[in-house]
């Protein structure tokens, strides 16, 4: 500066005394970045120490810090005579013109404002170091004392020193100033920038506010909308015919959609005619609730488009070219635009919703699709009316039917138990008589007969027997399909140990073993009809075994939640899987009657008599294996249960 040149920044040494070690660091990295050499101290009394072991170029000092001050470092440095040459920077913020005097009183050789900018600490390091040795010629001046601020300071810096530390203030001063007016610069451009997103904001919420002011009001008509229609929901649910439908749907229409006139028509595509089934507006109707008219009235374009489904819309009926006869008599009266709604049903159109208008153009997009949204509903509840009145009527003649069923049924079963009668009586009368004469020849006249004469009588005796069988077992099978079944609690060990008890002679003349495993539950059924079932299935234990096969027979119960299922185990000759299902019907046999006599109808009775309990019955056997039958009733609590 001024055409002095300073020494070289790689023989420059610069101590920088910071307590805070990232200040420092960065302090550090600026200067060394610039090729001088800095050293750091934490503290004065540290960079004191080492200030006098290795003199420095230069020292840059923080002014608060722990221990000793840079107020005090820089007084201490320039009051030792091999020191004082040493230009010493003090970091300042530089908040108090007091900072000045204290520094000018101290010694200091210039001023850095915190936080400095990195070109502005380079150039005054590097006027300091060019300065340096015109200060070093100039002589010591005399101190002078100067009161400033209600202190006394005495100063004793020379004119270099204190102008230098002047020129620091002012030229900081020119920079803050400078920095002030890029920030007021800076401030105004934001507040014009601020100023125009406002404004789009504000232009923006403008459009918005409009936006949702008309968005609640679509919702509030839509909302509006929604309850009428739900009104007319109620109102088709209420009604029982079609007529009624339409009549109370007619004011809720108009109130969604404005109109001059409205009526609702169906359509008879067989007879080529349409009926008006309500109609409402001002002034006397032209088609009033009721009247018959032909299609051809309604124009072909009107129909076309309804058929497939479509709105027809009139904006002026005064555009028409030919209006059909219908539009002909309205617009005498004052129609000038209207709407034609189908109403489909399944695919098929049934009728149309109309609304007229005196005024031309009078229909919005938006009350065509409520017109058509409203006649969807119509639709469907017309044609729920029409079927309800459809099953009613034939409800009607089912119901007449059923009567004249019931009369054939009662007389058949009047027949079934004559029938009944005949057969326990008039037809077991000649088989007790036959049976009888049989056993009394081969009692009296046994000696008299020869082998063959013998063996007619045994097979008369056997067969009247089997027949005497046959007969009991229908009429039980009949009496389990006729008879009232009374449900009640039945304990299973009682039903089970009447059958063993029954069965006892059988039992041990056959010498097979039969296990219980109790307990055995309650279920809800018919006591007799239990001890019927769970006999016909132990007689069948015992009787379908292999030759030479000691019968044994199992029986135990399960419980499945509200359900209790009693099994039945044998050891017998099993029954094949095809044929498991057809061994429940009435004369269903699988074995020769010489091999396993039977009559075939056992367990038609079980299956029925369980059904007639209201559960079920199966069996689960293979070949060879034996077989385990089952049966599923409810299940009831015990007696004794709390």
């Known amino acids: 500066m001024n055409g002095r040149e300073g020494p070289r920044s790689d023989t420059v040494k610069i101590l920088v005394v910071e307590d805070s070690p990232t200040q420092a660091l960065q ?26 072991q290795h003199k420095p170029t230069m020292v840059i000092s923080d002014i608060l810090m722990p221990e000793m001050d840079g ?30 005097i204290r520094g000018l009183e101290c010694g200091a050789d210039n001023f850095i404002v915190k936080p400095y900018d990195e070109e502005f600490l380079l150039a ?37 020193q204190v102008l230098n530390l002047l020129l620091s203030t002012y030229e900081t001063a020119v920079e803050k100033n400078r920095q002030l007016l890029e920030a007021q610069d800076t401030l105004r451009q934001l ?63 108009c ?26 507006g001002r002034g006397t109707p032209r088609l009033p609730s009721g009247m018959l008219r032909s299609l051809e009235e309604y124009g072909g374009e009107d129909l076309a488009t309804l058929q497939a489904g479509q709105v027809y819309v ?48 009078a229909f919005t997009p938006e009350q065509v699709d409520i017109a058509r949204e409203v006649a969807d509903q119509l639709a469907i509840g017309i044609q729920q009316a029409r079927l309800y009145e459809q099953v009613q009527c034939h409800a009607a003649e089912l119901e007449a039917r059923v009567t004249e069923r019931t009369a054939e049924l009662q007389e058949i079963n009047a027949e079934l138990e004559s029938f009944s009668y005949s057969v326990s009586h008039d037809l077991r009368s000649p088989l007790v008589v036959v049976q009888g004469f049989a056993g009394m020849l081969l009692a009296g006249y046994d000696d008299r007969l020869d082998a063959v004469g013998r063996s007619y009588a045994q097979h008369i005796v056997a067969g009247t027997r089997r027949m005497d069988t046959l007969i009991e077992d229908l009429l039980t099978y009949s009496h389990l399909r ?77 419980e499945r939640g509200d359900r209790a299922r009693l099994r039945l185990r044998d050891n017998g000759i099993g029954i094949a899987p095809q044929h498991q299902d057809r061994i429940f019907g009435v004369f269903e046999r699988l074995h020769d009657r010489e091999a396993y006599p039977g009559t075939g109808v056992g367990l038609a009775i079980v299956r029925k008599g369980i059904e007639r309990m209201g559960g079920q019955v199966g069996v689960e056997s293979a070949l060879g294996q034996g077989s385990t039958f089952w049966l599923e009733l409810r299940r009831a609590p015990r007696p004794d249960a709390a």
């Open 71 to 100: 107020y005090q470092l820089c007084q201490q440095i320039k009051t030792e005579p091999d020191l004082a040459g040493t230009p010493v920077i003090l970091l300042t913020s530089l908040s108090d013109p007091r900072d000045v």
């Open 314 to 361: 009139v904006e002026d009926v005064l555009t028409l070219p030919a209006p059909p006869a219908t539009v002909q008599a309205l617009q005498g009266d004052g129609a000038r635009s209207y709407i034609r709604v189908p109403l489909m049903a399944r695919g098929e159109l049934i009728g149309s919703l109309n609304l007229w208008s005196d005024q031309a153009g």
């Open 255 to 280: 109130a969604l959609v404005p109109c001059w006139r409205i009526d609702i028509s169906l359509f008879d595509w067989q007879t080529r005619q349409k009926v008006v089934l309500a109609s409402a």
């Open 482 to 558: 006729r008879a009232a079944v009374e449900l009640k609690p039945v304990s299973l060990e009682a039903v089970v140990a009447e059958v063993l008890t029954q069965l006892e002679p059988e039992i041990l003349g056959k010498d097979a073993h039969v296990t219980v495993e109790k307990p055995l539950p309650h279920v809800i059924g018919h006591y007799a009809i239990l001890i019927q079932v769970v006999t016909n299935l132990l007689t069948n234990g015992l009787k379908f075994v292999s030759p030479g096969v000691r019968a044994q027979m199992r029986v135990w119960a399960e």
């Open 27 to 52: 302090l550090q990295y600026i200067l060394e970045q610039h090729d001088y050499h800095a050293a750091v101290a934490p503290n004065g009394r540290d960079a004191l120490a080492l200030i006098r």
């Open 191 to 253: 507040n014009i920038h601020l100023e125009e997103i406002v404004a789009e904001r504000t232009a923006a919420l403008t459009v918005e506010i409009a936006e949702r002011r008309r968005a609640e009001e679509a919702l509030r008509r839509y909302a509006e909308r929604l309850r009428i229609l739900q009104e007319i929901d109620r109102a088709i649910l209420a009604a029982q015919s079609s007529e009624a439908i339409a009549q109370t749907s007619l004011g809720h229409i």
């Open 124 to 160: 005054r390091i590097q006027y300091i170091l060019a300065n340096q040795r015109v200060q070093q010629v100039e002589t010591a001046q005399m101190g002078l004392e100067i009161f400033f601020g209600g202190q006394t300071y005495f100063i004793t810096s020379d004119r270099l």
